[in-house]
């Protein structure tokens, strides 16, 4: 049973460790990580690739990616059978619970775009901005839920900043930055996932630090990590590490991250296009569709 710390024990706690051999433990994401950068930015330094230890750790980071691709490939039958474990042990409760959280994110999702999606297409072009918006954002939301990849939506995300008059050179630049750096469905729903097991394993879920933590965590794991092979199941073993939750807890979160991960990935691809239309007011001026053309297509 993991037990609730104060903001400064777990800042201090994700942030070091007492032993170099505990750098390598699932336990210390966030240090592991942070060797890796300087460790990276001291390789780049010295010759990057072409060194001697940028080839050892090229070919290294091969083999990993094909270890990781071979163990994947029967990971789903190993997550169903300890699921399946989980739910003899833990009974209906946890099947209530993942409803209930489920009932909570959706809505919470449909919520954010009722809201504020509108609001920044006012701010970024007016009642012309929204009205554009309105028309033009369905197409890429649809493709975003049913694919679940921000990448598989970004030629339908081109199509609708054409249709809405973003410059192309904006859209070529903030759409595919988007797909790794707009995550705010999956902030959303790393939020949800960390009370989710404050919840499951009775700890206090109060405090204003826990809170300042929690997203915190929450930004960290969706934002930093989106761009790495696995991020999502990475993002999830950091918000286990960090908040001291038992092993118990990963496969718990990694099956609630596969229910949240459609709406996630709606909000995240189709914020994209309104993210365009915001850097196209910042740059061009508030006047700007009145000076773009419209893509006929």
Same mark, same amino acid.
């Given at each position: 049973?993991?037990?609730?710390?104060?903001?400064?024990?777990?800042?201090? =706690?994700?942030?070091?460790?007492?032993?170099?051999?505990?750098?390598?433990?699932?336990?210390?994401?966030?240090?592991?990580?942070? /060797?890796?950068?300087?460790?990276?930015?001291?390789?780049?330094?010295?010759?990057?690739?072409?060194?001697?230890?940028?080839?050892?750790?090229?070919?290294? +980071?091969?083999?990993?990616?094909?270890?990781? =691709?071979?163990?994947?490939?029967?990971? #789903?039958?190993?997550? @169903?059978?300890?699921?399946? +474990?989980?739910?003899?042990?833990? &009974?209906?409760?946890? *099947?209530? %619970?993942?409803?209930?959280?489920?009932?909570?994110?959706? #809505?919470?999702?449909?919520?954010? !775009?009722?809201?504020?999606?509108?609001?920044?297409? *006012?701010?970024?072009?007016?009642?012309?901005?929204?009205?554009?918006?309105?028309?033009?954002?369905?197409?890429?939301?649809?493709?975003?839920?049913?694919?679940?990849?921000?990448?598989?939506?970004?030629?339908? +995300?081109?199509?609708?900043?054409?249709?809405?008059?973003?410059?192309?050179?904006?859209? %070529?630049? !903030?759409?595919?930055? @988007?797909?790794?750096?707009?995550? %705010?469905?999956?902030?959303?729903?790393?939020? !949800?996932?960390?009370?989710? $097991?404050?919840?499951?394993?009775?700890?206090?879920?109060? @405090?204003?630090?826990?809170?300042?933590?929690?997203?915190?965590?929450?930004?960290?794991?969706?934002?930093?990590?989106?761009?790495? #092979?696995?991020?999502? $199941?990475?993002?999830?073993?950091?918000?286990?590490?960090?908040?001291? /939750?038992?092993?118990?807890?990963?496969?718990?979160?990694?099956?609630? =991250?596969?229910?949240? %991960?459609?709406?996630?990935?709606?909000?995240?691809?189709? &914020?994209?296009?309104?993210?365009?239309?915001?850097?196209?007011?910042?740059?061009? &001026?508030?006047?700007?569709?009145? +000076?773009?053309?419209?893509?006929?297509?």
């Amino acid at each position: 049973m993991g037990e609730a710390q104060t903001a400064t024990q777990m800042i201090v =706690g994700s942030l070091t460790v007492s032993d170099f051999p505990e750098l390598w433990s699932k336990s210390h994401m966030l240090p592991l990580i942070i /060797f890796a950068i300087i460790t990276g930015f001291c390789v780049a330094s010295c010759g990057g690739e072409n060194s001697p230890v940028g080839k050892l750790l090229s070919n290294l +980071n091969d083999i990993i990616m094909k270890f990781v =691709g071979v163990i994947m490939t029967i990971a #789903p039958l190993g997550l @169903g059978a300890y699921f399946a +474990n989980l739910i003899g042990e833990f &009974g209906p409760q946890l *099947l209530s %619970d993942y409803g209930r959280s489920m009932v909570v994110y959706y #809505p919470l999702c449909l919520l954010y !775009v009722v809201i504020f999606f509108p609001l920044y297409a *006012l701010f970024a072009g007016g009642k012309t901005g929204l009205r554009r918006m309105l028309k033009h954002i369905l197409t890429p939301a649809v493709t975003a839920f049913a694919t679940q990849s921000s990448a598989a939506t970004l030629p339908v +995300n081109k199509e609708a900043c054409d249709r809405i008059g973003v410059p192309k050179d904006v859209s %070529d630049l !903030v759409l595919p930055m @988007g797909c790794t750096m707009h995550m %705010d469905g999956s902030v959303l729903s790393s939020i !949800v996932k960390i009370a989710f $097991l404050f919840g499951i394993f009775d700890m206090p879920f109060t @405090g204003v630090g826990t809170y300042a933590m929690a997203i915190a965590v929450a930004i960290l794991s969706a934002f930093v990590l989106s761009g790495a #092979p696995g991020g999502g $199941l990475v993002g999830e073993m950091l918000i286990v590490s960090m908040f001291g /939750f038992p092993a118990e807890a990963f496969p718990l979160i990694a099956t609630l =991250g596969f229910l949240f %991960d459609p709406a996630a990935t709606c909000l995240n691809a189709a &914020g994209d296009t309104i993210a365009s239309m915001i850097v196209t007011r910042l740059v061009e &001026g508030k006047h700007w569709l009145e +000076n773009t053309p419209v893509s006929s297509r």
